[in-house]
């Protein structure tokens, strides 16, 4: 049965109709003036995170609007239907059940599968972790996308958690400035590759994988079977290239929800089994919330309808991420792959061009080091940009004082987003840095702030692997949700595509300087470059 466009629906109507009346003009300092059980209101706790909703542009209505929008656009049969196994990746046939690798044994589909890769994974990373037995250093990561920004954003995440002895490194871009600098801190003899790649066939991965393998044997490396392991579900050309140490998935993993498959290795031999375990279960305890709170209560449903919300009723373009967590600082790039390739899309699942906007773009820096560059804009610029917060509660470093003082950063930020500062404010307080010989009314106008900006916060009590097994499972069905909502297909990526394809078409041209049928500035740019 095809599901109803959004924007056919009794509630995107209502919607609409609220927003003219009252979401528009909504005030956040009023809202929080009018109802002091605002923030009780607009939290939720989901397992390991809280997130206080209540500095958004939205009130009960549009909550409620927005629930019933979730329910008329089939949102909970979707849902349903990914965590079956039903081929809802439709354009490619396939399954999405990334969700299934989280699963306690005995409890999901292709459990039997997914736990004997997993346990014989684990044995694997922990006989590396061995570094006597081992005498493995140092471990490289060459992939690229969901082969690669999933470990490199979990493994400084949880550097807590990791054995001291092992150095991670990660190699993703065709860019040999990229393995060049990695490779001269390396010694073949106590060097492990990792290299992960779902098809064994993307360009950049591959020829990172032959430069690896050539410098290893000409710096007198010898058994390349002990120093090079693949992670792919093309078992066959992993083994063409002469791996034959090889770690399997499945075509229903789509390449940026793989981090908790063996493409996981590099963060499993880094923090080891048990805590890869603790990060697999935070993220299913947030696959059970998600599979079964009510909408209301429901943290993934929640965010994700408040990105509708903001993307087609406010036409906010755009998102940031501003983790205060120095260990985060690469969840804003992963989050761009889970997010803009997810729902990156002009077309519905049936193809019919979408009349709503998608994906917002996403993007971001640790706090506080945003703070000193784009936050300017943030709450001066012309553009509303949403601002989700993470806050972590108790650091594992022993500083109290720096985080206290990043706390308190911040909450700073989220509360100027939204109290701003009027110019009669700004009149009435002294500027030591400011112009004496400025009108002091064209200075205060200068000095104010609009405010009413909005903003999540999102609370993790301490960032474990557990905890960030489940921030990051939050993410994904945030990501579902807006999907399900716009009829989008999430797990395809034929956006790609093309620049691939283009690609291929344009290196042998490097060769031989024939430019027969480019465009004039592709072919302009291709003298340039060879000559
Ligand atoms: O370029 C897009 C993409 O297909 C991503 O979706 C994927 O994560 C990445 O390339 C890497 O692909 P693979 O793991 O097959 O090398």
């Known amino acids: 049965m095809t599901k109803p466009r959004c924007t056919d629906t009794i509630a995107w109507a209502a919607l609409q109709g609220h927003f003219e009346a009252h979401g528009r003009e909504l005030d956040l300092r009023d809202a929080f003036a009018r109802d002091p059980a605002r923030f009780d209101a607009f939290s939720v706790q989901a397992p390991e995170v809280f997130a206080d909703l209540s500095k958004n542009l939205w009130d009960t209505k549009t909550r409620r609007l927005l629930e019933e929008l979730a329910q008329a656009c089939g949102l909970e049969a979707h849902r349903e239907a990914m965590l079956a196994g039903e081929p809802i990746n439709s354009t490619e046939g396939r399954a999405v059940l990334h969700t299934a690798?989280?699963?306690?044994?005995g409890q999901g589909p292709f459990s039997a599968e997914v736990h004997e890769v997993l346990e014989r994974m684990l044995a694997y990373a922990e006989r590396v972790r061995d570094v006597t037995a081992s005498g493995i250093t140092d471990v490289v990561n060459?992939?690229?996308?969901?082969?690669?920004?999933?470990?490199?954003m979990a493994v400084p995440a949880l550097e807590a958690y990791s054995h001291p002895g092992l150095k991670l490194h990660f190699v993703?871009?065709?860019?040999?400035?990229?393995?060049?600098?990695v490779l001269k801190k390396l010694n073949p003899a106590t060097t492990l590759f990792i290299i992960a790649s779902k098809t064994f066939t993307t360009q950049e991965t591959m020829a990172n994988a032959q430069v690896a393998r050539d410098w290893f044997v000409a710096n007198g490396g010898s058994d390349t079977a002990k120093h090079f392991v693949g992670v792919t579900t093309n078992i066959a050309a992993a083994a063409q290239f002469g791996i034959t140490e090889t770690f399997g998935f499945w075509d229903w993993v789509g390449g940026r929800y793989s981090l908790w498959s063996a493409i996981g290795l590099s963060l499993a031999i880094a923090i080891g089994a048990e805590h890869f375990r603790a990060f697999l279960a935070g993220a299913h305890?947030?696959?059970r919330h998600f599979a079964t709170e009510p909408l209301h209560s429901n943290l993934p449903v929640q965010m994700g309808l408040l990105d509708v919300w903001y993307r087609n009723f406010h036409q906010f373009g755009s998102r940031s991420v501003a983790p205060y967590h120095q260990g985060l600082k690469r969840l804003p790039a992963y989050l761009q792959q889970l997010e803009m390739e997810s729902n990156g899309k002009c077309v519905?699942?049936?193809?019919?061009?979408?009349?709503?906007?998608?994906?917002?773009?996403?993007?971001g820096e640790p706090g506080t080091n945003g703070q000193h560059a784009y936050f300017q804009m943030l709450h001066q610029g012309t553009d509303v940009i949403p601002v989700e917060f993470i806050a972590v509660k108790t650091p594992t470093h022993a500083h109290p004082d720096l985080h206290t003082k990043l706390?308190?950063?911040?909450?700073?930020?989220?509360?100027?987003?939204?109290l701003g500062k009027t110019a009669a404010e700004a009149l009435n307080e002294t500027a030591p840095t400011a112009s004496k010989s400025l009108d002091q009314a064209v200075l205060a106008r200068h000095r104010s702030f609009p405010g009413n900006r909005p903003s999540s916060t999102l609370v993790l009590e301490a960032l474990t692997p557990r905890s960030l097994g489940a921030l990051i499972a939050l993410y994904e069905h945030r990501v579902f949700v807006s999907g399900a909502i716009w009829?989008?297909?999430?797990?395809?990526?034929?956006?790609?595509?093309?620049?691939?394809?283009?690609?291929?078409?344009?290196?042998?041209?490097?060769?031989?300087?024939?430019?027969?049928?480019?465009?004039?500035?592709?072919?302009?740019?291709?003298?340039?470059?060879?000559s």
């Open 142 to 152: 060459i992939g690229i996308g969901g082969s690669d920004l999933g470990p490199q």
């Open 348 to 363: 519905d699942a049936q193809g019919r061009a979408l009349g709503v906007g998608t994906s917002p773009v996403v993007w």
């Open 285 to 287: 305890a947030m696959d």
């Open 487 to 530: 009829g989008i297909n999430s797990f395809d990526q034929w956006g790609v595509e093309l620049g691939k394809a283009l690609c291929n078409q344009l290196l042998p041209r490097f060769a031989t300087g024939d430019a027969t049928g480019l465009d004039a500035s592709t072919a302009g740019l291709l003298a340039k470059l060879k």
């Open 172 to 181: 993703s871009n065709v860019d040999g400035h990229d393995i060049t600098s």
């Open 101 to 105: 690798l989280r699963a306690p044994a």
């Open 407 to 418: 706390l308190a950063n911040c909450l700073a930020q989220s509360q100027a987003l939204m």
